[in-house]
């Protein structure tokens, strides 16, 4: 499995063979493998920490007794917690939001993508809608050279099956957030909490979100590392705001997900 699979922290017992094939044989195998994986041992065998001392990134806990069983769920949530902290260091924070963004994007696309094979009247009226915003979309796209015809390249869009025009590049993200909102409107869901104004939230809560992290710099305010958004009003990024960041991400990936089993 270590092999197979990436793993944040490793819980095992000490005793997990003979006396010759213990504990201290798994950490040499793991890390002989150029597994560096937090690693927490424990075991009620008095003693057994000696045989771990001066192994690399080794944590170990002796249960004597039921008081230590509660000491070593704490020691758990601690290792647990340092492990979290790495990850919420703000450049893997960043990574990990314009990851997670994308995908949402894919979640979008086999929505629209599932929504399209149906092929009934709702959906030919949908595919002329996104048809007009491409339409629309490239004419601002090449107003200069006045004059110029954005008519064969509607056509060629026109002419695919509605799963490929939604992977089109010139359907962006915007048109795509926007059309789930139609299809909320449409499937009479506009009023629930979660689907409520849909896509201008989907807009300012991701999009917006994405947009601004991807050209934000690093820089250190008051003492905190932060990203910071060039703009009138710069904006700040820190650990507290890139955890409400996760919490929006994760509410919208629970909602599409919700929207295509309906």
Not at 48 to 53: Q, R
Not at 92 to 111: Q, Y
Not at 151 to 161: R, V
Request: aromatic share 10%; net charge negative.
């Amino acid at each position: 499995k270590l092999n197979n699979a990436t793993y944040d922290l490793i819980l095992s017992d000490y005793n997990i063979g003979s006396e010759e094939n213990n504990g201290d044989k798994l950490i040499e195998w793991i890390r002989s493998n150029n597994i560096f994986t937090e690693i927490l041992f424990y075991s009620a065998q008095k003693d057994f920490e000696n045989a771990l001392v001066g192994q690399d990134r080794i944590s170990y806990f002796a249960l004597y007794n039921d008081e230590g069983y509660r000491g070593f769920k704490e020691k758990v949530y601690e290792l647990i917690g340092q492990t979290v902290r790495k990850f919420e260091e703000l450049t893997p924070m960043r990574g990990f939001v314009m990851a997670e963004t994308s995908i949402l994007d894919s979640k979008v696309e086999n929505l629209l993508s599932d929504y399209f094979s149906l092929d009934n009247n709702d959906t030919k009226e949908m595919r002329e809608s996104i048809l007009t915003k491409i339409s629309e979309s490239l004419l601002g796209n090449f107003r200069k050279p006045a004059g110029f015809d954005t008519a064969p390249l509607t056509l060629k869009i026109a002419e695919k099956p509605s799963v490929e025009m939604v992977r089109e590049r010139v359907f962006d993200a915007n048109k795509k957030a926007r059309c789930v909102g139609d299809l909320i409107l449409k499937k009479g869901l506009s009023e629930e909490p979660d689907y409520k104004d849909f896509f201008n939230n989907y807009k300012r809560d991701v999009l917006d979100i994405r947009n601004k992290l991807a050209h934000a710099r690093s820089d250190v305010v008051d003492d905190v590392e932060c990203l910071i958004v060039d703009g009138d009003v710069p904006e700040k990024y820190d650990a507290d705001r890139c955890k409400e960041i996760r919490k929006s991400i994760k509410k919208y990936s629970d909602c599409l997900d919700h929207l295509f089993e309906q």
